[in-house]
């Protein structure tokens, strides 16, 4: 079972859509991620936030909005994506800033832009 | 050249065989590493972290060489349930940045 909750596990929305990716921790850590996983490729990076404030934002579009309303919770919001956004999309979690604190993750939303 | 590079494989391995395989970084201040197992549409789990001495957990054994950049994980007594695909992630000096290798599949067969 994950420490890292994510919901929905699928979701299916049109390209005028918009809609939100939840996640939840409660292990403490202060480090939280959003990664995009597309079939047969390893996660890519997305966003970190460190301490609740945005601290790595790898060039994703605006269509992908983060926010982290507590230390605890990471929300995706999403609007106006294309097709090829369609994918995996992971939460993970780590102790801030420490040596060896690998990244847990939650169970990811499958996301599929029609 | 890619900061973290894997074999994508598969490696096809028979019940019982041990196999093993690599992954390379290419920043020699990286400092820490781990072995992640994903399952074909789960999340990524952590396998086991690797120490600078190496360490084993069971079957598996994970072994760092600092000279030559690259991690390595062995797998002895294969079990069918070993076949996953392995993804290497390594740790920058600083900040919360983690770089996945692309991964290798291993295919344990009767």
């Known amino acids: 079972d994950t420490e890292v909750t994510q919901t929905p596990k699928h979701l299916v929305m049109g390209m005028t859509n918009k809609k939100s990716l939840k996640c939840e921790q409660h292990m ?8 995009k996983q597309k079939a047969k490729k390893p996660p890519e990076l997305m966003f970190v936030y460190s301490y609740e404030k945005l601290s790595i934002n790898e060039s994703v579009p605006s269509r992908f909005s983060p926010e982290c309303p507590n230390s605890s919770l990471l929300n995706l919001h999403l609007h106006a994506l294309q097709p090829e956004d369609s994918a995996l999309y ?21 996301l599929t832009v029609t | 050249r890619k900061e973290v590079e894997q074999d994508p494989g598969p490696f096809n391995v028979p019940e019982g065989a041990t196999v093993a395989f690599n992954c ?18 789960k999340e990524p789990k952590l396998l086991m972290s690797v120490y600078s001495s190496g360490n084993e957990d069971g079957r598996f054994t994970a072994q760092l060489n600092r000279a030559s950049q690259y991690i390595s994980l062995l797998i002895r007594d294969s079990k069918l349930s070993d076949s996953a695909t392995y993804l290497c992630v390594v740790q920058e000096a600083a900040g919360n940045k983690l770089t996945f290798g692309g991964g290798t599949r291993v295919l344990v067969k009767p």
């Open chain 1, 28 to 35: 403490g850590h202060r480090a939280m991620y959003w990664y």
């Open chain 1, 90 to 110: 992971l939460c993970a979690s780590s102790q801030q800033g420490q040596f060896n604190s690998p990244l847990h993750f939650g169970n990811g939303t499958r």
């Open chain 2, 24 to 41: 390379t970084y290419s920043n020699s201040a990286s400092q820490s590493f781990f072995w992640y197992r994903q399952d074909c549409r």
